[in-house]
């Protein structure tokens, strides 16, 4: 099977691709008649879909998965792992099993890419829900230690009141694009055309 366009787009960190190229992959070997399970990067496929957050589908790609190769690759149990807490909501607990397992090194950066955006997802989530929380629920959320997590808040324009360890959210001012409707721009045209003449 030629896994050139996923090792294309795991080389170029096109990581948002991942999923896709997988399962285009699959439907062709699958139509094909290719017996393709053993050979099969499951990691990285369910890696993909944690990637651009369909969880949906990678929990249907997980029920598909033969048996006999969740019994062999506990890279890919390490995996699910991540996509139960996701399910779950345990967002400290994907943090916990992002770093309780020695990835390999085909996983590794996307692992690693995963984990960055990951935090990025939870601070939005913290920056759109909170306007103070604890120093201690912070680092939770980010999977960070609590000097850590307090940095990085910090960095983003957030204060800390060291006396009872809560931060203040510094909300992001938010940019409304205005869109300008054609037909009124037509309209306005006219007026101006009508007053001038």
């Given at each position: 099977?030629?896994?050139s366009?996923?090792?294309?787009?795991?080389?170029?960190?096109?990581?948002?691709?991942?999923?896709?190229i997988?399962?285009?992959?699959?439907?062709?070997a699958?139509?094909?008649g290719?017996?393709?399970?053993?050979?099969?990067?499951?990691?990285?496929?369910?890696?993909?879909?944690?990637?651009?957050?369909?969880?949906?589908?990678?929990?249907?790609?997980w029920?598909?998965?033969?048996?006999?190769?969740?019994?062999?690759?506990p890279?890919?149990?390490?995996?699910?792992?991540?996509?139960?807490?996701?399910?779950?909501?345990?967002?400290?607990?994907?943090h916990?099993?992002?770093?309780?397992?020695?990835?390999?090194?085909?996983?590794?950066?996307?692992?690693?890419?995963?984990?960055?955006?990951?935090?990025k997802?939870?601070?939005?989530l913290?920056?759109?829900?909170?306007?103070?929380i604890?120093?201690?629920?912070?680092?939770?959320?980010?999977?960070m230690?609590?000097?850590?997590?307090?940095?990085?808040?910090?960095?983003?324009?957030?204060?800390v009141?060291?006396?009872?360890?809560?931060?203040?959210?510094?909300?992001?001012?938010?940019?409304?694009?205005?869109?300008?409707?054609?037909?009124?721009?037509?309209?306005?045209?006219?007026?101006?055309?009508?007053?001038?003449?």
């Amino acid at each position: 099977m030629d896994f050139s366009p996923l090792s294309d787009a795991v080389a170029s960190k096109s990581y948002q691709k991942i999923a896709s190229i997988c399962d285009d992959l699959m439907l062709q070997a699958a139509t094909q008649g290719i017996a393709f399970h053993d050979e099969w990067p499951y990691p990285i496929h369910l890696l993909g879909h944690l990637y651009v957050d369909d969880i949906n589908t990678a929990r249907f790609l997980w029920k598909s998965i033969p048996s006999s190769i969740k019994e062999t690759s506990p890279e890919l149990v390490a995996v699910w792992k991540i996509g139960q807490l996701l399910w779950m909501r345990d967002y400290a607990g994907v943090h916990e099993a992002i770093r309780g397992f020695n990835w390999s090194q085909e996983v590794r950066d996307l692992v690693a890419a995963f984990s960055d955006l990951y935090t990025k997802k939870m601070f939005e989530l913290l920056l759109s829900a909170y306007s103070t929380i604890s120093i201690q629920d912070t680092a939770l959320f980010l999977g960070m230690n609590e000097d850590d997590a307090t940095n990085y808040v910090l960095q983003h324009g957030w204060s800390v009141d060291p006396d009872s360890r809560m931060l203040t959210v510094k909300k992001q001012p938010v940019v409304k694009e205005q869109k300008i409707d054609p037909n009124k721009l037509q309209r306005l045209t006219e007026y101006v055309f009508h007053l001038e003449h």
